[in-house]
């Protein structure tokens, strides 16, 4: 469909695509490359994160594993790849990690959002809001 756009309407529209990751290629990073996509990669973090939010419907595999293979092509062809998690409750004290780690690959766009579908405790969300503060800090350093 986007070839046949932009055979038709060259260069009259954007593309864009959130996706895990877990089946980018090298052909299709350069197809996104070539037609200038905004790409967000849904990645929660470090490996322990990304396959407790994320897992893989065959449990053998990881999609930690799965994903990270393909992040030094991606950033490498697109460098303004954001990479968005998602920030669980059980999850929500490695904030600040996820965030280090994600900055160590090489992102520049990080966007996070906390899980809206279950209910947090005063106690977690005290260490959400620490964990951001945390980051804050780490940034301004």
């Given amino acids: 469909m986007i070839e046949y756009c932009e055979t ?8 864009g695509i959130t996706t895990n990751g877990t089946l980018l290629t090298k052909e299709v990073i350069d197809f ?8 967000m990669i849904s990645m929660d973090g470090i490996k322990e994160s990304q396959d407790f939010t994320r897992p893989c419907r065959d449990k053998k595999l990881s999609s930690y594993d799965l994903l990270i293979k393909n992040i030094p092509y991606l950033l490498e062809q697109l460098p303004n790849t954001v990479t968005r998690g998602t920030v669980y ?3 929500a ?3 600040l990690e996820n965030y280090k780690f994600a900055e160590s690959l090489g992102f520049k766009n990080w966007a996070f959002l906390a899980d809206h579908r279950h209910p947090w405790t ?3 969300m005290n260490i959400l809001e620490e964990q951001i503060n945390e980051i804050y800090r780490y940034r301004l350093n």
């Fill in 89 to 91: 409750r059980e999850s």
């Fill in 8 to 15: 038709i309407y060259p260069n009259q529209f954007k593309y």
């Fill in 93 to 95: 004290q490695y904030l």
């Fill in 122 to 124: 005063q106690e977690q």
């Fill in 32 to 39: 996104f490359k070539k037609y200038k996509f905004g790409v």
